[in-house]
């Protein structure tokens, strides 16, 4: 049972274009819900964290929405950069029992 | 100021064998947690420790132990490794339980063989 989903698996677009990650849960009772960036073979760096009783985070071309009702999450990326080029997970922190769950991550390459 | 050290960074072993992979934290930082990121997965949890007590664990055998020590450091222990051991693991130090301002480390590269 896949608990987090993140559609679609890989992407690849031109430069310059905005583009939308999506993340979906079952659970909705959830402390937050947080984004991602993975370089190959490397570490997790936050891009953007919303805590459950927020609706949205902005940090510079990023913006990531939570809805929770539908058990949804978007990142969206304006005017996406080669430098974009990494994989980018969510995962939440579920209420009922502390744990964190991620989903399996969205392969994203900008082509210049 | 140092992030997130976890050493070594990357380790060849054998079936039926022992590993210990450690993990500084960032300085103040007491709550140490670790995950195991199988190559073309999302990363999956482990272990969660804060104030050297041990508050959360994921759905792993009992091979998997961890502990962390005075100075906030943490040693991940898997006994009797198998192939399917083989990933990339990773450990997280927050101020607090949970992802809230984690930082990651680089993560240790395990391969089985």
């Known amino acids: 049972k896949q608990e987090v989903t993140q559609i679609p698996a890989a992407l690849s677009v031109p430069e310059g274009e905005n583009l939308v990650l999506n993340c979906s849960f079952t659970?909705?009772?959830?402390?937050?819900l947080q984004w991602f960036r993975q370089d190959p073979g490397k570490g997790l760096t936050s891009l953007l964290l919303?805590?459950?009783?927020?609706r949205e985070q902005t940090s510079g071309r990023l913006n990531a929405s939570l809805d929770k009702s539908s058990g949804r999450s978007t990142l969206y990326i304006a005017a996406s950069q080669p430098g974009d080029s990494a994989t980018y997970l969510c995962?939440?922190?579920?209420?009922?029992?502390?744990?964190?769950?991620f989903g399996k991550g969205t392969r994203l390459h900008i082509l210049p | 100021d140092a992030g997130v050290t976890q050493s070594p960074t990357h380790l060849i072993k054998t079936r039926g064998q022992h590993v210990t992979l450690r993990c500084s934290p960032i300085?103040?930082?007491?709550?140490v947690s670790w995950y195991q990121q199988v190559l073309g997965q999302g990363p999956q949890f482990i272990f969660q420790?804060?104030?050297?007590?041990?508050?959360g664990r994921g759905n792993f055998p009992d091979r998997f132990s961890a502990r962390q020590f005075p100075n906030y450091s943490s040693e991940l222990n898997v006994n009797a490794l198998l192939l399917g051991d083989s990933a990339l693991y990773l450990c997280?130090?927050?101020?607090?339980?949970?992802?809230?301002?984690?930082?990651f480390g680089q993560g240790t590269r395990l391969t089985v063989v």
């Open positions: 659970d909705s009772a959830i402390y937050n």
């Open positions: 300085s103040g930082h007491k709550s």
């Open positions: 919303i805590q459950s009783s927020q």
């Open positions: 995962a939440l922190e579920r209420l009922r029992d502390d744990k964190i769950i």
């Open positions: 420790y804060y104030e050297k007590e041990e508050r």
């Open positions: 997280a130090s927050s101020f607090r339980l949970g992802l809230t301002e984690a930082f």
